[in-house]
């Protein structure tokens, strides 16, 4: 397991705080309130370790196949329906989404080989991330990528309550690598990949599933 870099800086600033509360606790409490000392190091630890748990990267086999599309991110399947894009496709789509909690691990991966063709950031709310118009008023930043042979499907990193950055690496033009890391998205949050319609979805309602190892569908 690796610790990814955005969460860098939120790591050090969570370990300085978590020093000199101790630190304080240690030279202050201690002596006269030891129970509330030690409740308070096991509290700001719990945090800490939190934290770094956050930004974790697991060693994992990925998953590489041409006809497949992959799970872009770790977490549940709330969405598979049909639906009518408006800011891409203007047709029907078909519709997956994954809840991702904050005990989920947030890096984002393409779940396809290709070409980027669209990349948006749209301003918005900040609405939970299973509510059903977070896809269209939520902060998102949607990235479109067309395959070679196959065609071109879109995939939103979707801001939720708690979540206030969307981290995205890709741009227009540039070629990407299924399973790679595209994004990040921090403290909980949620990922719409749009199909074309007919494509076979191979995750069910409620699933449990992991970014870049999970097959998502099938072309």
């Given at each position: 397991?690796?610790?990814?870099?955005?969460g860098?800086?939120?790591?050090?600033?969570?370990?300085?705080?978590?020093?000199?509360?101790?630190?304080?606790?240690?030279?202050?409490?201690?002596?006269?309130?030891?129970?509330?000392?030690?409740?308070?190091?096991?509290?700001?630890?719990?945090?800490?370790?939190?934290?770094?748990?956050?930004?974790?990267?697991?060693?994992?086999q990925?998953?590489?196949?041409?006809?497949?599309?992959?799970?872009?991110?770790?977490?549940?399947?709330?969405?598979?329906?049909?639906?009518?894009?408006?800011?891409?496709?203007?047709?029907?789509?078909?519709?997956?989404?994954?809840?991702?909690?904050?005990?989920?691990?947030?890096?984002?991966?393409?779940?396809?080989?290709g070409?980027?063709?669209?990349?948006?950031?749209?301003?918005?709310?900040?609405?939970?991330?299973?509510?059903?118009?977070?896809s269209?008023?939520?902060?998102?930043?949607?990235?479109?990528?067309?395959?070679?042979?196959?065609?071109?499907?879109?995939?939103?990193?979707?801001?939720?309550?708690?979540?206030?950055?969307?981290?995205?690496?890709?741009?227009?033009?540039?070629?990407?690598?299924?399973?790679?890391?595209?994004?990040?998205?921090?403290?909980?949050?949620?990922?719409?990949?749009?199909?074309?319609?007919?494509?076979?979805?191979?995750?069910?309602?409620?699933?449990?599933?992991?970014?870049?190892?999970?097959?998502?569908?099938?072309?």
């Open positions: 397991m690796t610790v990814h870099k955005e860098f800086q939120t790591i050090g600033i969570t370990a300085l705080v978590f020093g000199i509360i101790n630190v304080l606790s240690f030279s202050f409490l201690s002596g006269s309130y030891p129970a509330v000392s030690l409740v308070l190091f096991f509290v700001t630890l719990f945090l800490l370790l939190f934290i770094i748990s956050f930004f974790r990267i697991p060693n994992r990925l998953t590489l196949n041409d006809n497949q599309i992959i799970c872009p991110a770790d977490g549940k399947v709330v969405v598979i329906e049909e639906i009518i894009d408006e800011e891409y496709f203007k047709d029907k789509r078909i519709q997956v989404s994954i809840f991702m909690s904050p005990a989920n691990v947030h890096v984002n991966r393409n779940p396809i080989n070409q980027v063709v669209y990349n948006q950031y749209h301003k918005g709310k900040y609405l939970v991330a299973w509510h059903p118009k977070s269209t008023e939520n902060e998102r930043w949607s990235v479109a990528v067309k395959h070679a042979q196959k065609g071109v499907i879109l995939y939103k990193q979707i801001a939720g309550a708690l979540a206030k950055r969307i981290c995205n690496y890709t741009k227009v033009g540039e070629s990407v690598h299924q399973t790679a890391e595209y994004g990040f998205i921090k403290f909980g949050s949620r990922v719409d990949v749009l199909l074309p319609v007919g494509t076979q979805v191979n995750v069910a309602l409620n699933q449990v599933v992991k970014g870049g190892v999970t097959v998502l569908a099938t072309w």
